[in-house]
């Protein structure tokens, strides 16, 4: 039998501190090599897209797949997680609220190994869906007690601030620009569909850790070029996925700036074989474009928990 997740049972039994500690425990496993991901792969059509993002996980005894398809009138996203040792299919997940809830988590773990200690300012630019994510699991990482958030929209903005206040019980304000957003923050979440960028460098402060998270093609930037060569040190979930994604950092790389194969991986700093902050005034930066292994990682913690708690549907597949 294979347990079967909808999106109200994932809603149902993931938190975001479940989040956090597997996507820690995922990027740390990769780094120390107990765990492998393959980069994403697109599939093209005039009708829209499908990505495949796979990973094996010996450690937890699962290898598996996240795809997705993209169309102008939706998306469909799903986790298949097989058992390595009897090669059976365990499990099929709805992925979108996971999807949010990883991607956000690894934005949390990685302030949690770059930001300067005491972090308690948030400033955010975006308030889309995926923002909810990236929000809340910073402010469960550090602790934040006051968020400042940006977005072009002011109605919907208002709305969001107070959604989001309520429910991580901490003071969430709508900032009047970006740079205001930015001002007396700690730590910097940029969370948008922009192909322009949205951030520009003179609004950073010494200091600061910036969450990078929505610039997953090379056709979207984020960050403009001065705001990327501002920072003091450069991380990416994964090198070989920044090469093909990262659009924030492609403009200093063509200058020879920067060398897809010198950046270092968040991973390698969670495992300690890189370094992180080396001073309190340094400016630095994770660019977060999304793993398979983060979608295993997660979805494991997933399924035992709804084996736990009884819920989910068990098809008849594969008996």
């Known amino acids: 039998m294979v347990r079967y997740l909808k999106e109200n049972d994932v809603r149902q039994l993931l938190t975001m501190q479940d989040a956090l500690d597997a996507v820690e425990r995922a990027l740390k496993d990769r780094a120390l090599g ?22 094996a996980a010996p450690e937890l005894g699962y290898i598996g797949f996240k795809y997705y398809y993209t169309h102008a009138r939706g998306k469909s996203m799903y986790v298949h997680l097989m058992n390595i040792a009897s090669a059976k299919l365990e499990a099929i997940i709805e992925a979108d609220w996971m999807g949010i809830m990883r991607t956000g988590a690894a934005s949390g773990v990685a ?61 969430v304000v709508p900032a009047e620009s970006g740079a205001a957003a930015l001002a007396g923050a700690h730590v910097v979440n940029v969370i948008t569909k922009s192909a322009t960028p949205v951030l520009a460098g003179d609004w950073l402060q010494p200091g600061q850790h910036v969450n990078a998270a929505g610039s997953n093609a090379l056709t979207r930037r984020e960050l403009d070029e001065a705001a990327v060569r501002r920072c003091d040190l450069v991380t990416v979930d ?15 790389v063509e200058k020879g700036l920067l060398q897809w194969q010198n950046l270092t991986e968040i991973g390698d700093v969670i495992a300690g074989r890189a370094p992180g902050r080396s001073s309190p005034q340094q400016i630095t930066l994770y660019e977060s474009h999304g793993m398979g292994i983060q979608d295993i990682y997660v979805c494991a913690r997933l399924l035992a928990l709804a084996r736990e708690r009884g819920v989910g549907a068990d098809l008849p597949i594969g008996d």
């Not at 770059?114 to 602790?143: H, M, P, T, Y």
């Open 34 to 55: 107990r765990a492998i991901d393959i980069p994403r792969v697109r599939t093209h059509i005039p009708e829209g897209t499908q990505h495949v993002l796979q990973a």
């Open 111 to 171: 302030s949690k190994y770059l930001a300067n200690k005491g972090a308690s300012v948030l400033g955010q630019l975006g308030s889309g869906r995926q923002s909810v994510g990236q929000i809340e699991a910073v402010c469960r990482a550090l602790g934040i007690r006051r968020a400042q958030v940006f977005s072009r929209t002011r109605d919907k903005l208002e709305a969001y601030c107070k959604a989001m206040a309520q429910k991580l019980g901490i003071e």
């Open 238 to 252: 994964s090198r070989g996925t920044a090469e093909h994604e990262c659009g924030d950092l492609l403009p200093v």
